[in-house]
């Protein structure tokens, strides 16, 4: 007849194998990207997340990326679906008062919406900027063909490093806009995943870093996206 210990260890074991199993499910789950949800993002010059997503996403793991792009190595670890879900940052019911529902320092993330998803992109640092002239154009890809009411394009004043500085709404030029333009006249895109492109031409009024800040009012519903895209300014 078993003892009471030997009752209690077998017990014991198999309470720390049913553990172990669940960590072990938690990890493999954490390590599989989440899809990306059908909405839309600025990939040219590519917007924090998107450009992250394309230059780690398929080496996400590499020891190199801490070096190499810090910003973002920052974050990948603090929420991997901020690239894998590159598409679904957006918040809903704003009703075109931007200022008030969103606070400096708070632009790329649009105030932590989406639980959070894009605080990292917030982070002030030395984000990996892609080179233009100062006529130059701006691609938003939109998966779900939603359209827009209108797309507005900032570019930061010569006085703002991003570098350094927070982005706040002082802090931005209105350098393009335009108007109500369904899906059905964007261009058919193929990649990266299909549905629709805006080009859009962009003319900055100085030289050297800044931040691109994109504004598209979807046409489907009351649904906003902030982006926020690093640029060098020839």
Request: proline share 6%; hydrophobic share 40%.
């Amino acid at each position: 007849m078993a003892t009471l210990a030997s009752t209690h260890r077998v017990w014991l074991v198999r309470a720390l194998a049913l553990v172990s199993a669940a960590v072990a499910a938690v990890a493999v789950a954490a390590a599989v990207p989440s899809r990306a949800l059908a909405h839309g993002n600025i990939i040219d010059a590519p917007s924090r997340n998107f450009g992250c997503w394309q230059r780690w996403g398929t080496n996400h793991m590499s020891p190199d990326m801490p070096a190499q792009d810090p910003m973002c190595y920052q974050a990948f670890q603090a929420n991997p679906n901020t690239m894998w879900n590159w598409m679904s940052l957006y918040r809903n019911g704003m009703g075109g008062n931007f200022t008030a529902a969103v606070p400096d320092g708070k632009l790329c993330s649009i105030n932590g919406s989406e639980g959070g998803l894009g605080n990292s992109l917030d982070a002030v640092g030395n984000w990996t900027a892609r080179s233009v002239s100062r006529s130059f154009t701006l691609t938003l890809h939109d998966q779900a063909s939603h359209g827009a009411d209108f797309v507005r394009v900032y570019v930061t004043k010569a006085s703002y490093n991003p570098v350094t500085q927070p982005l706040g709404w002082g802090h931005l030029d209105l350098v393009a806009e335009v108007g109500n333009t369904p899906a059905a006249r964007w261009t058919p895109a193929t990649s990266p995943n299909n549905g629709v492109q805006l080009r859009i031409p962009v003319t900055a009024g100085h030289s050297g870093r800044a931040v691109v800040f994109t504004i598209w009012q979807a046409s489907h519903q009351d649904q906003t996206y902030f982006m926020c895209s690093d640029v060098n300014i020839a």
